[in-house]
Every structure is written in C-alpha cells, then in structure tokens.
C-alpha cells in the first residue's frame, strides 16, 4: 500500500496541528471542519483564472452539498458566478425553495414528481434548465412542463470522451450517446416537435480532462501516459464542441448556454471561444485528489477529524471511524488522507475501516494519546457533507458558525 502520508504536496495547510486540537477540544468527534479563509482565498483564485476569458462559472452543487457554502461560494465569487450546476432533479427544487436560481440539472431523469416541481417553478419565472440526451428525456420533460402550464429548458449533452484507435480506446466518462454535432442536431429537430420543452444549450464535459488528476501518487507509473492522453484529447474536445455549436446555429437554434470543464479544467475549457461558461466545485474545498493536478494552486479546506479511542501499541493508534472512501475508479487514492499531525499511514491489511481505522506512526510523529483527535481530507470534495450533519466552519482560527449539511437538513438526493 502506498504510504498516503507521504503523499502530500506542497500545498500545505494554514490550519496546523495545534489549531485543530484547539478548535476541536469539547467538540463531539467525528467532526467536519470547513477552513472559510481558505475556501475564500480558492474563491479568488478560480475566478482569477477566469478573468479576461469573458466565461462566467457554474459552482457544481455535487462537490458542495451544503447550502451555506454554496451561498458563500457565490456570494465571494461576484459577477463573473452564475447560477449552480445541479445532480439531481430534487436537488434543484430544494435549491430554489432555498431561494438560488439560474440552475441546470447535468444528469438526467425520466422521473415525473422530480421533473414536474421544476416545471411548476419554471412556470412561476425561476431559471431551470435539465440535460437530456435522447428523445425520452425530453418527453419526460415535456410531460412536466405541459402539466405545469410552462416550457421547460433543455441543455442537450454531448460526449466529449476521446476515442482514438478508430474508436477501439475510449476514454470518457460515457455521459451522452450524442458523439457528433449531426447527432445532436438529430436530437434537437426531435425536441422542436416537442410542446412543453425547448432547447436552449449545449454541454460537452471532458471528464477525462478534468478529472483525472496529472501527478497522480498512488500510481505513478500512469503518469506519463495520462499526461500525454489529456494533451491529446483537449483539442480534439475542443473541436468537437465547436462544430456542434456551428451545427446547432445553423439549424437555427439559439444557445443561452454552453458549459464545459470542471476545476481540473479551466484554463483550457475556458481559452475555448465557443464555451460560455465553465463549471467548478471541487476547487473550492480542495480534497484532496485535486491537489494533484499540474500547475494547481489550490489549498485545503475540508477537513474531518476522528477521536484516537485505542492506543494498540507505541507504534500505532485507532481512531473511531473514517471509512469515507470515495466513489470513481476503485484505488488508493479514493481513501481519505491522513492529514494532521504529520507522519501517521493507513496499515496496509486495514486501510479506512467501517467503524474503527488504525494508523501506523512514522518516527517523526508526534505523541499522541487517546482522545486526540486526527485530522484527514476527503478524496472528494461533496461526499464527506454525506457524511457530517453539520460542518464547524471556522474563521480567523475560531469555529464562527455550525451550519448543516443537505443530509443535516434531512436531504439525501442520490
Ligand atoms: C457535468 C460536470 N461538470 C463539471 C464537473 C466538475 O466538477 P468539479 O469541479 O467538482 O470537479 C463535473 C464533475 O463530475 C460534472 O459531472
């Protein structure tokens, strides 16, 4: 097994050691921590990125899942931020009862009570958008919106997968059967002789450019040829996004929207001329898969700590809990890192554990006793809010707000 504490970057943490142990005593564990500062100061830097490129950006709620953060994520971003990237249908009502709008739903369902208190929101002026890719997303949509009395907006989705070899290598994350510009215009003569729905977008997301992280250290040996892969790919993605944009126009539909990209993205989405918007979420808290993409200069603000509740051996403490693995192609990487103090490692036999997750002490780590809290990061930046009712969000080095997560608030989309 790879010794995860040794993979860190050089990203580092403002929050220390101390500080946690600080902020944590008394706290119930486990316990999630949001850094505001740092969160902010990721803010700033994503929209940096964007400055001069004319591209406004969509916060991906996926890679949030908390209501709070999301307001203060658009709220620091200002004007060049608009509107939420949704993961499911319920999602997005929820999302408008809490008062945000301009929201596009990036995954699609056939489900009518999801669809139809989208379409009635619609009807009464709220932004709402929806993917689909085939006919039957867009009946589904339809249905809804003559229901509702409205029309609903639909954002047609292209695959954007690279697929060299005549097609005999895929990679892509095989979102969309529409593979062309003549597929998706196919697609939206269908969706004109559809009432209650119209077509106002386009979405291409190269997955396997955003999401496959450069300097990946839990398989290195890849490294060269994912690298090499991307930089072939991003052309050929931006192509195809093109000429599907000069397709649609000609058949004379009018694009609101086309959105692309993601954190591990966005300077070559946004250089694209036919992108309007690009989408980020993970960015903001900065687990910590994404601390290993090339030029990053992202920091870490999502945290959870787990109780040290056994002391088996001087080489070794177990902490209570911790197995928040994360969802995408099994590896080591999908484990929480072991972050705050310096030095412990997952026991290779073990790894995260159900209910209790022993660590193996380095000879630099510091001594640690039971009731200590450890502090690790989440490979994925949305699903550790699954995991917590609420996050201690802290600023200025104090816990300045306990506010809950979807699943505090009784949510639980997919
Ligand atoms: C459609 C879509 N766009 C963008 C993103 C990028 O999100 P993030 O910035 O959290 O990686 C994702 C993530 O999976 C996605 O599914």
Redesign the pocket.
Known sequence: MVDVAEARTAAGTRLGWEDFRRLLAGERLPAAVVDLDAMGRNVDRIRARLDGTGKTLRV?SK?VRHVGLLRRVLDRGGNGFRGL?CYSAEEAAFLVEEGFDDLFV?YPTLQHQALLPLARAAGRGATVRLVADCPEHLEAMGRAGREAGAVLDAVLELDVSYRPLGGRLHLGARRSPLRSAADVVVLARAASGIPGVRVVGL?G?E?HV??VPDENPFSPAMNPLRKALKRLAVPAVSRLRSRTVTALAAEGVELRLVNG????SLGSTAAESCITEV?????FLCSHLFDYFAGQDLEPAAFFALEICRVPDPGHVTCAGGGYVASGEPGLDRLPLPWLPRGLAYVPMEGAGEVQTPLRRGPAALPLAVGDPVVFRHAK?GELAERFDEYLLVGGGRIVAREPTYRGQGRCFL
């Open positions: 991906a890679s990237m990036a979405m997301y997955a955003a999401g990209g993601g954190t591990g989408t980020a979420g993970s960015g930046a």
